[in-house]
């Protein structure tokens, strides 16, 4: 299972609006509305932040949203803040023989 | 509070074995599906198994497909991860994750704090 296309990094400057893209396949990001997203800190566990292309867990600031189209999922953070700086990984569900897959993972700089 | 608790990690030589627990607390680990996830140092994410609530269905990822062997204990509140031929590329910091009731589908809400799993002789 080929991990999921994310950008090696993204930036912004506070205030700011910034967009991550995933791109899978027709097989899992396309396929289905299981796509997530989370924030990882340095030295940290990673953290759920969206869920099912566009929930918000109890607690995730509404700076957060997410999106799909066709194979690409989207997450966008608004209002970037200087603690909204870590990597952030989409997962989505798949059809291959295990259930999930993870993107590549983006570093989110905050200028 | 939900909480997952690691333990097992070690240094361990290629070739050779080990088993992560994870002790589950503040929900009922009967009802949900639990992962492993993997990261190894300065890398992403890697998806390791799955299993499901009532420990009847297992997944694997193809990179410790016949290595590698989840179970759960339900009365105890404790997941599992069997590692067996260990390789160098299997070091990283393991993460014990729940997901949702079925193994499929929607987020994987609570990680423990990873335990760090070392192949090297």
């Known amino acids: 299972q080929s991990a999921l296309t994310q950008p090696a990094s993204v930036s912004g400057s506070p205030g700011q609006s910034i967009t991550i893209s995933c791109t899978g396949t027709s097989s899992d990001v396309g396929g289905y509305n299981y796509v997530s997203w989370y924030q990882q800190h340095p030295g940290k566990a990673p953290k759920l932040m969206i869920y099912?292309?566009?929930n918000r867990p109890s607690g995730v600031s509404n700076r957060f949203s997410g999106s799909k189209s066709g194979n690409t999922a989207s997450l966008t953070i608004s209002g970037l803040q200087a603690e909204d700086e870590a990597d952030y990984y989409c997962?989505?569900?798949?059809?291959?023989?295990?259930?999930?897959?993870f993107g590549t993972g983006t570093k989110v700089t905050v200028l | 509070e939900v909480q997952l608790v690691e333990s097992g990690g070690g240094l361990v030589q290629p070739g050779g074995s080990l088993r992560l627990s994870c002790s589950a607390s503040?929900?009922?680990?009967?009802?949900?599906?639990m992962h492993w996830v993997r990261q190894a140092p300065g890398k992403g994410l890697e998806y390791v198994s799955a299993i499901s609530s009532n420990g009847g269905s297992t997944y694997y990822a193809d990179s410790v497909k016949g290595r590698f062997t989840i179970s759960r204990d339900n009365s105890k509140n404790t997941l599992y991860l069997q590692m067996s031929s260990l390789r160098a590329e299997d070091t990283a910091v393991y993460y014990c994750v729940r997901g949702g009731t079925a193994v499929a589908g929607t987020g994987l809400d609570y990680w423990g704090q990873g335990t760090l799993v070392t192949v090297s002789s």
């Open positions: 503040g929900f009922t680990f009967s009802s949900y599906a």
């Open positions: 997962s989505s569900y798949t059809s291959s023989s295990t259930p999930y897959v």
């Open positions: 099912d292309v566009s």
